[in-house]
């Protein structure tokens, strides 16, 4: 791995502390160079290079003679900073890989703990997608509204935390696919599939169901 992605991935480690282990909170003082080197395993200059990036980003701030700083106006319980992990230099393979891992489980718990009310917001959501694609108006918006509401319905606060991750993958899918007349017969045949066993609470036709339109994407878009 070059200097360049090991700084990148160190980012990616301190912003995590911050933003999901939440180890480190707004004008929380970060350990010092050698302390914070050692325990992430590289050496200070791929350390130092690493807080530069976060530095630029907004995220931390360095108070001369007084050591690095998370910035007192970051909002981390905003996990739309964690958008920054899902920066472009995360290929679509890798998002998709995650979606795989993720959404299935989330479709399977979604299934069996979705209030009704959640589960009529879901199908909603669902036949606007429909609506969108047939009137080839741009579907982003409410294709990360039915993901997200699939995801609340697990009740589970972890899997929350992970969306705006699952939202890069979300749009750069739906960019990808714009101009794949079959991408788009498949999205509502996947959906339809997906509403249909979830509205029957049949988690484990959903979590098939989630896992084929997954696959399909990624087939569609060459990242299988």
Do not use: C, W
């Not at 990036?53 to 909002?75: C, H």
């Not at 995360?90 to 069996?112: G, H, K, Q, S, V």
């Amino acid at each position: 791995m070059s200097q360049k992605r090991l700084s990148d991935s160190v980012a990616d480690d301190i912003m995590s502390m911050i933003a999901i282990e939440k180890r480190f909170v707004p004008g929380d003082k970060l350990p010092n160079e050698n302390e914070l080197s050692e325990e992430l395993n590289i050496s200070r200059t791929t350390l130092r290079e690493a807080i530069r990036i976060l530095v630029t980003n907004g995220v931390l701030e360095i108070r001369r003679g007084k050591g690095t700083y998370v910035k007192e106006d970051i909002d981390a319980e905003n996990t739309e900073s964690l958008s920054f992990l899902a920066d472009a230099k995360i290929n679509a393979r890798d998002l998709y890989e995650m979606r795989l891992i993720f959404e299935p489980e989330a479709a399977f718990y979604a299934t069996i703990r979705a209030s009704d009310a959640e589960l009529k917001r879901i199908l909603e959501y669902g036949m606007l997608i429909e609506q969108k694609i047939k009137r080839n108006e741009d579907r982003t918006a409410v294709e990360q509204k039915f993901h997200k509401s699939i995801v609340k319905a697990t009740h589970n606060e972890f899997m929350e935390k992970l969306m705006p991750v699952i939202y890069q993958a979300i749009d750069k899918g739906v960019i990808l696919s714009k101009k794949k007349e079959m991408a788009i017969k498949d999205t509502i045949n996947d959906h339809n599939m997906i509403m249909e066993f979830m509205k029957n609470r049949n988690p484990d036709g959903a979590k098939s169901a989630m896992k084929i339109h997954i696959l399909h994407a990624m087939k569609e878009l060459g990242i299988e």
